[in-house]
């Protein structure tokens, strides 16, 4: 193996590294909530191919217990943030992908919940896909049930919710470790295989001197 082709081979490791530190894993949001206390909403929604540049808006809809429609309540896009609905101002903040345009984490924290924040809340994301030749919108919605109770209970969904988010995160490290020792084992593989190739090649050339300065003295005499 050519030392060309070991530097491609590095760096593509490499590559795939910083990939799977970007990894995204889609975790159900939490649905209860305490009254007077804050809550995170969670939205999120993992692009199929982390490679492919993006760039997305989110869109927060509520429909309150006992209600028939959605209202738009929040929008979030390249401008920032904006509270559409005035039941929530002040009381919602970006909780999200931060300092980037590809949006994969749509989270928002309300602030002082209470017992009318009840009801079902829908996050839209509004993704933009670029490729090399052309662009492919996507739309992915995602829906949070909230219930608002005077008093903590852990729930069920609750505790596996959790226990799904720690499984996952320890499975995509272990799969990170794993490929990292892959790479590694393959890239000093193919360091020793230059290393012999460079001495066969250096032992050929001396060998082949050393048949030549033989030819000549024999001719000489």
């Known amino acids: 193996m050519s030392a060309v082709q070991l530097l491609l081979l590095s760096l593509l490791c490499a ?13 159900d949001s939490d649905t209860e909530a305490v009254a007077g206390k804050g809550f995170k909403l969670g939205c999120i929604s993992c ?24 209202a738009h309540i929040y929008n979030y896009n390249e401008e920032g943030p904006h509270i559409v609905d005035e039941r929530f101002e002040d009381r919602v903040d970006w909780n999200g992908s931060k300092r980037s345009q590809d949006i994969q984490d749509a989270s928002i924290y309300v ?27 996507t739309v992915v919605s995602k829906l949070v049930h909230l219930k608002v109770v005077a008093k903590a209970t852990r729930g069920t969904a609750s505790i596996v919710s959790e226990v799904m988010m720690y499984v ?13 020792v892959y790479c590694f084992r393959k890239i000093s593989a193919a360091g020793e295989e ?9 032992y050929l050339a001396i060998a082949s001197e050393s048949k030549d300065n033989c030819a000549g003295v024999q001719v000489a005499e």
């Open 15 to 27: 590559l795939f590294v910083s990939l799977c530190h970007g990894a995204c894993s889609e975790v």
């Open 194 to 202: 230059a290393i012999r190739e460079s001495a066969n090649a250096e």
């Open 111 to 137: 602030f002082n919940v209470t017992f009318n924040d009840s009801g079902t809340y829908r996050c839209f994301f509004h993704r933009l896909l670029t490729y090399e030749f052309y662009e492919y919108q």
């Open 47 to 70: 692009k199929m191919r982390p490679e492919v540049e993006a760039s997305a808006t989110v869109d927060w809809y509520f429909k309150a217990k006992g209600e028939a429609d959605y």
């Open 168 to 180: 996952s995160i320890i499975g995509l490290q272990a799969w990170l470790y794993i490929e990292m």
